[in-house]
């Protein structure tokens, strides 16, 4: 069974420019999460999709954006990059909203922001 | 969102067992607690979980205090690869598919 796919898993943006990143869950799941990890702040939630719905948001600005598509595929945008933009963003998936369930990570993108 | 704590390091000798520690405090009757840990290089990987009583799996075992105000992880017999960032998480059913990561332990294992 294949595991929870981002792409790309390296990206060198500038300053000023948008990116989106992609995330392909384990197959039959249906909630997605992303997270932004950093040296500093550590692994930060910033939202989470189930079904297409956004059901959870972190504290991130609205230039942080996603979507999910029908057959579970996430993507998020970032708009106007800055430097401190600069992470590692992690995707996870599970198959559902449950307590219980456990969460699949991907290898992550590396986004740089030069 | 409920609140846990950590010590910021650990160290352990290969083949011993290991035990990380976790205060929460403030968890809730409904709270899961969940333990992921995250090698190097690495995305966050799922360790264990429970609600009330102790939990066994083939990675380790987690203890659960009777009043659930803290938990403890235990592997068992630690080896070099257990070498991480192990962090443990209260999720609630108001933020399923939510996950808030605190500073977590790192985990040294000398051979």
């Known amino acids: 069974k294949a595991g929870v796919t981002q792409t790309p898993r390296y990206l060198i943006k500038t300053r000023g420019q948008q990116v989106t990143l992609s995330c392909s869950p384990i197959s039959g799941h249906r909630s997605v999460s992303w997270y932004q990890q950093t040296p500093g702040q550590g692994l930060q939630f910033l939202f989470e999709?189930?079904?297409?719905?956004?059901?959870n948001k972190g504290n991130f600005p609205g230039r942080f954006s996603g979507r999910q598509f029908s057959n579970s595929r996430s993507e998020m945008n970032v708009s106007t990059l800055e430097l401190g933009d600069s992470a590692l963003y992690l995707c996870?998936?599970?198959?559902?909203?449950?307590?219980?369930?456990?969460?699949?990570f991907g290898q992550g993108t590396r986004l740089t922001v030069v | 969102d409920a609140k846990t704590t950590q010590p910021n390091s650990m160290e352990s000798n290969e083949e011993e067992p290991v035990h990380l520690p976790c205060n929460h405090s403030t968890i809730s009757g409904t709270d899961y607690i969940h333990w992921y840990r995250q090698l190097p290089s690495q995305g966050p990987e799922y360790v264990i979980h429970?609600?009330?009583s102790n939990v066994n799996n083939r990675m380790a075992s987690l203890a659960i205090a009777e009043d659930r105000k803290s938990s403890t992880l235990i592997l068992h017999r630690a080896t070099l690869r257990d070498a991480a960032v192990y962090y443990c998480i209260l999720i609630r059913s108001s933020n399923t598919g939510k996950l808030i990561f605190g500073q977590g332990t790192t985990l040294q294992v000398k051979p």
């Open positions: 429970g609600l009330t």
């Open positions: 999709y189930f079904s297409e719905t956004q059901r």
């Open positions: 996870a998936s599970s198959l559902d909203q449950t307590l219980g369930t456990e969460a699949f």
